[in-house]
């Protein structure tokens, strides 16, 4: 599989390296996903102990281990734990929107190598990982696998990939809900640049149909800071109308704006049990990706699942 | 409406700068993709638009406020009586007073002075000044002395200044009067000139005015209102107008004649003027003259005698009940008397019967007194015996018809009258011309004043010589051969001459009547004089030697040659220099005032002579001119200058005719000066206004832009 990581666009190997040690990490993520909140949707093909409980009224016969009952005249019973039969499902927002990037990188690119990371991840633990590319209407949808082969063809769809203006996120998240035949785990990698109810509708679908949800939203420097000089003529990539000013004097607002969106849609994401993560692409994706499983583990070890940044 | 500074109007074309900034920030646009369009929504391009405005306005007022600086400091005035401009602007004019301060101002009337008079035109001149306009004030005097130069007006400092104020005892210079108060004119920034001149206007200083003058003051029209405020006064005054010495030489012991002549420049006649010759300030004669004529002078001798030797103040003093202008009543003189006055006689001829030694020292003691001849030394060598001759015993030399002298002789006799001493020379048949010619030429001054050339005859073919020239030069030699009666010098007659050509330093003091061919020349030489006589010292070329015209001309030459310098009177005004044989040990002379000051004037190399000079003698008086503060004083005479003393000012109608068409404006009276400097059309001034709108612009600009600023700061720290 080293071979064909090589020659895969979206894996850096110098960011593999630095990504394995994150294996067992989102192995534990995902684990936390089966016995936490977020069970594991799927039953299991095997069972490996786990460790014993004293019997109490209502277990099961069968669980008990009458070798330790010989041993010590106590009730115990075994507890098994399932390997997961894990379906991972990656959402990438291609439209015309996240091709914004006021450094090298820009969100679409960003997202790329963020799926390729996850999906290698994912596929790395003996999971299935899918991929959906959707701009204004779906243009990818991959069913998960649990093949190593699958990353090569991610790699070839993330690279075929030409932004588009989209309407709505609501409709594509509706459709990608449509084609998923099981409860997976799906991760929505978009700048959600629409409006909060529009997006809200096409999450709560997911929610609906038993998937569990984690939004990465991503966000270039520049949209969050607004750190303009000068006089500027903005162009809106999604082909709003254009706007010619000097971004230090209505800064003020522009912040409001971005603050009073982020905030109804952290919210939105927290009542409907959404994970989210505001992800600055300007950040190191290993830091992202660090950041991202130590908050999932702090999670699952203590409070509930919700939405962080 | 007029600019004081219309080159600074160019200052406006910067008013392109914040236009050009704002225009570069306008067109200077980035242009970027944008994806998070949503949050620039309507509000915030509202908002855009909004600045835009705010820009536009804060432009305006910055472009303004420059504009209206920028007008300011141009100073514009405006001559408009009516509307909102004269409204605004405020009136402002530049003064200057030109304050008549020559010492005919002290004349009284009886109860007040010219000068008094002068003052409260001043005070009337003060009630049309706004505080902060920018005065100048000059006192008029022989040198003109600004006291106060573009003060901004500050009524009770001003009065200060006025206070100080005193008449001095100058005479006042009106030609170079416009040119000065057109430069301070030019001097002062306002859009409205106003020249004040308060003046007796005494008729020799205004009448007789030349062509040039008149057209100054009307040059002097064109850049300013140039009004003339006459002070009337009385008529009366009597001024001493000379103090000479005709005659007697200044020894200790002996009596010298002074001639005092009063001037009655009033216009009644002076009775009872009684004149007194006071030295060292004890009264020695004392004449009275019956009567003077007004417009004509008397003169009276004053027979004054000195008994101690060295400088003495000599004073002639007119006093007439009618007088009332005291500073020109006194005529000052200095008189150096010596101990003992001891002539050289060298001669070249061999000393027979009537020789030229004998004639001379005959001369000099004649009409002497016994005493007087003990007080005169006469000596007589023959020219050979000249080297052998120490010469700092005496103090004036006489050559007679010696023929040559050395090269090193002619040395020693120019150091010798460049220290002070006096040399006379007389010519004759053994002169050897071009040996002397070529030891004069030595120096770089000829020794005498006068080339020689060759003899020639002056007699007619009777053998008849021809006399003196009677019209006289004044040069003080001459002045006892004055008093001589024609006949008497007509029979002075004179066979042979050398015919002479005059160096440029010499003058003629006497010459042949009917030729210019000179008799006895003069020239200085250092700190000395020598006289040349082109004739013999006896009777060979001429009868002089015989007549009463030797005696008094050769003691009037030794009397002349013995003085000093500081003896000459000066003039208010003149200047007082005190020359220097050597290098002297102090760097600075003394001059002590009449009133007591003492001026340090440093010590200067002119002209290989060493000279200290006071510039512009301002007091009348006695000076006294010292070495160095330690050393003894010598007196020098400072007088008035009597030509101011004619008081009789301009009638009205000859004051108007005078200035008629000058574009002066004559202001009779204290109350007219007001309504005067008003039909000057006075221009009014914006400035003020337009420094305080563009102030005001500016002010409103910043807090306008403050307040952008503090609401984008807020903005700041609440999204932080």
Redesign the interface.
């Known amino acids: 599989m080293t071979d064909h990581i090589t020659q895969i666009n979206y894996l850096d190997p110098e960011l593999l390296q630095k990504l394995g040690d994150l294996e067992l990490v989102a192995r534990e993520v995902v684990e936390g996903l089966r016995v936490g909140s977020h069970r594991s949707p799927l039953r299991g093909f095997s069972t490996e102990f786990a460790h014993h409980r004293q019997y109490a009224p209502g277990d099961a016969i069968r669980d008990i281990d009458w070798r330790v009952y010989g041993r010590t005249d106590r009730y115990y019973t075994k507890l098994y734990e399932a390997e997961t039969n894990f379906d991972c499902h990656v959402l990438i927002d291609a439209s015309?929107?996240?091709?914004?990037g006021s450094g090298k990188v820009n969100?679409l690119e960003y997202a790329k190598f963020l799926a390729a990371s996850l999906a290698y991840l994912v596929l790395k633990q003996r999971d299935s990982v899918g991929l959906s590319v959707f701009d204004s209407e779906v243009r990818t949808y991959m069913p998960p696998r649990s093949a190593m082969g699958i990353i090569v063809e991610i790699d070839r769809t993330l690279r075929e990939i030409i932004p588009t203006p989209k309407t709505t996120v609501a409709k594509q998240l509706h459709d990608i809900a449509l084609m998923m035949k099981r409860r997976s785990f799906v991760i929505l990698i978009s700048?959600l640049?629409?409006d909060v109810e529009d997006i809200m509708a096409g999450l709560d679908h997911l929610r609906f149909d038993g998937h569990n949800v984690v939004v990465l939203h991503t966000?270039?420097p520049y949209?969050l800071e607004f750190p303009?000089k000068?006089?500027?003529?903005?162009?809106?990539?999604?082909r709003?109308?254009p706007?010619?000013?000097?971004p230090?004097?209505?800064?003020?607002?522009?912040?409001?704006?971005?603050?009073k969106?982020l905030t109804a849609l952290r919210s939105g994401c927290i009542g409907a049990n959404i994970d989210y993560k505001t992800v600055d692409t300007s950040r190191p994706l290993d830091g992202v990706l660090n950041e991202f499983f130590a908050e999932r583990a702090t999670t699952l070890n203590g409070g509930a699942v919700g939405a962080r940044q | 409406m007029n600019f004081l500074n219309p080159l600074l109007l160019l200052g406006a074309l910067g008013i392109g700068l914040p236009i050009l900034a704002h225009m570069l920030n306008r067109f200077e646009v980035k242009h970027t993709d944008w994806a998070a369009m949503q949050f620039l929504n309507r509000s915030v391009r509202v908002r855009s638009r909004q600045l835009k405005l705010r820009d536009v306005i804060l432009l305006i007022l910055r472009c303004l406020a420059l504009l209206l600086i920028v007008a300011a400091i141009t100073r514009p005035a405006t001559k408009r009586q009516n509307g909102l401009l004269a409204g605004l602007g405020e009136k402002r004019a530049a003064v200057i007073i030109a304050l008549d301060v020559s010492f005919s101002m002290q004349h009284s009337d009886g109860t007040r002075t010219r000068f008094e008079t002068a003052l409260d035109k001043v005070d009337a001149i003060k009630e049309g000044i706004r505080p902060g306009n920018p005065v100048t004030l000059v006192l008029l005097g022989t040198e003109h002395r600004v006291v106060v130069r573009n003060m901004a007006f500050d009524p009770d400092e001003f009065d200060e200044v006025l206070a100080t104020l005193e008449v001095t005892s100058e005479s006042l210079d009106i030609d170079s009067l416009p040119r000065l108060l057109k430069a301070l004119a030019a001097d002062m920034k306002a859009p409205q000139k106003e020249i004040y001149i308060i003046t007796d206007m005494q008729e020799h200083d205004w009448k007789p005015r030349s062509t040039w003058l008149n057209d100054s003051f009307k040059d002097l029209a064109k850049h300013a209102s140039v009004f003339v405020l006459p002070v009337a006064g009385g008529t009366e005054n009597l001024t001493v107008t000379g103090l000479e010495l005709v005659s007697g030489v200044l020894r200790k012991g002996t009596s010298a004649r002074y001639r005092a002549t009063v001037r009655n420049c009033g216009v009644s006649v002076a009775q009872q003027v009684r004149v007194s010759g006071l030295v060292n300030n004890i009264s020695a004669d004392t004449k009275i003259i019956p009567s003077i004529a007004p417009g004509t002078s008397e003169s009276v001798s004053l027979f004054l005698s000195f008994s101690d030797p060295g400088p003495v103040r000599i004073v002639a003093k007119a006093e007439w009940d009618g007088d009332k202008l005291e500073p020109d009543n006194l005529r000052r003189a200095v008189a150096v008397i010596r101990d003992k006055v001891s002539v050289l006689c060298v001669e070249g001829t061999s000393g027979e019967g009537g020789s030229s030694g004998s004639l001379i020292t005959a001369a000099l003691r004649a009409g002497g007194s016994s005493k007087g001849q003990d007080d005169l030394d006469v000596e007589s060598v023959s020219w050979v015996d000249l080297p052998a001759q120490d010469l700092k015993n005496f103090d004036v030399v006489v050559l007679a018809d010696v023929p040559d002298i050395t090269a090193e002789q002619a040395g020693v006799l120019e150091r010798y009258v460049r220290d002070g001493n006096g040399l006379i020379w007389f010519g004759g048949d053994y002169v050897k011309a071009d040996v002397w010619n070529k030891r004069s030429a030595l120096a770089g001054t000829p020794l005498l004043p006068a080339v020689i050339e060759e003899q020639m005859r002056t007699g007619d073919a009777m053998g008849i010589g021809r006399p003196l020239d009677p019209s006289m030069t004044d040069h003080p030699v001459c002045r006892p051969l004055r008093s001589l009666p024609e006949d008497l010098l007509s029979e002075t007659r004179f066979l042979t001459l050398l015919r002479v050509k005059p160096t440029s330093s010499s003058v003629k003091v006497l010459t042949l009547a009917g030729s210019d061919a000179p008799v006895l020349l003069e020239h200085a030489l250092g700190r000395g004089h020598v006289f040349m006589f082109t004739t013999t010292a006896g009777s060979d070329w001429n009868n002089m030697a015989v007549t009463p015209v030797f005696p008094m001309l050769l003691q009037q030459i030794v009397t002349y040659l013995t003085a000093r310098e500081f003896e000459t009177p000066r003039l208010v005004g003149d200047s007082l220099s005190l020359s220097y044989v050597d290098q002297p040990d102090a760097t600075d002379a003394v001059f002590d005032t009449p009133s007591g000051d003492v001026i340090t004037v440093p010590v200067r190399d002119y002209r290989s002579q060493y000279v200290a000079l006071l510039n512009g003698a301002r007091e009348a008086g006695f000076y006294l001119a010292r070495v160095s503060l330690q050393a003894a004083g010598m007196p020098v005479a400072v007088n008035v200058d009597t030509k101011e003393s004619t008081i009789k000012g301009m009638s009205a109608e000859d004051t108007a005719r005078s200035l008629d068409g000058t574009g002066v404006t004559i202001v009779r009276s204290n109350e007219a000066i007001l309504a005067a400097s008003e039909e000057a059309s006075p221009a009014r001034s914006l400035w003020r206004i337009l420094m305080m709108a563009g102030l005001a612009f500016f002010v409103i600009e910043s807090i306008f832009a403050e307040m952008i600023s503090a609401r984008a700061a807020k903005g700041k720290a609440a999204s932080a």
């Open positions: 015309a929107s996240m091709s914004y969100k700048d640049l629409a966000l270039d949209e303009f000068g006089t500027w003529r903005f162009e809106g990539l999604e709003e109308e706007l010619t000013t000097q230090e004097r209505i800064r003020e607002d522009y912040v409001t704006n971005l603050d969106y």
